[in-house]
């Protein structure tokens, strides 16, 4: 995805409030949606988002999903504003 993506998957607030829940770490679909007040398929959608921009990634273990935070699209975001500022 590009810069455009990336900054319009940040720009919603469920989306920010979910990666700053996954900074603590590995979290279930479930776990996430139960901070919410959101049907799970609304937190799904924000979930397939975040992972269309490279901002989360997935990986399943039996019957559950696993979201963890993707790093390395943060970083290309933060050298991309630091060459913006010269």
Request: hydrophobic content about 40%; cysteine-free.
């Amino acid at each position: 995805m590009g810069m455009n993506e990336s900054m319009k998957a940040l720009s919603d607030p469920v989306r920010r409030h979910i990666l700053e829940k996954l900074k603590a770490g590995t979290r279930t679909a479930g776990e996430i949606a139960a901070d919410f007040d959101l049907s799970n398929a609304t937190v799904s959608y924000h979930l397939k988002l975040l992972k269309q921009a490279g901002f989360i990634s997935e990986h399943k273990e039996k019957n559950f999903i696993y979201y963890e935070l993707n790093t390395t699209v943060f970083e290309d975001i933060l050298r991309w504003l630091h060459r913006l500022g010269g």
